[in-house]
């Protein structure tokens, strides 16, 4: 099984940056993608970003331009480097790892953006 530690989370106001990462433990050969998705309050958890195996890359039209995706295989890590923040960006952002058999959640790191 798969474990996810997540952290970066913050208070940052609008125009600024924050950087999240994604830490996997366990059976982490198995996993097939990973990904961030978002929730806000009242809200559908969203998609934000996800990274395949193979390195193929999507993301949110709300945030294309302004998100990075990427791995680092060596560590088991994936990160999310956010840019050019806005208020509309806060929300709770979980990682997400996919294998062949199961979805794993992480715990979820809080984003809050200031006006």
């Known amino acids: 099984q798969v474990q996810l530690a997540e952290s970066g989370g913050g208070l940052v106001q609008a125009g600024g940056s924050l ?3 994604c830490v996997a433990s366990g059976s982490t050969f ?8 978002r929730q806000a309050p009242g809200k559908q958890r969203e998609l934000v970003a996800i990274i395949t195996s193979g390195g193929i890359t999507n993301y949110a039209e709300s945030v294309k331009g302004r998100f990075t995706i990427s791995r680092d295989s060596a560590k088991n890590t994936v990160c999310l480097q956010m840019n050019s923040l806005k208020p509309e960006d806060t929300a709770v952002y979980y990682c997400k790892a996919l294998d062949p058999y199961t979805v794993t959640w992480g715990q979820g ?3 809050t953006v200031s006006s």
């Open 19 to 21: 950087r999240l990462s």
């Open 30 to 37: 198995s996993i097939r993608a990973m990904g961030w998705y």
């Open 109 to 111: 790191t809080q984003v």
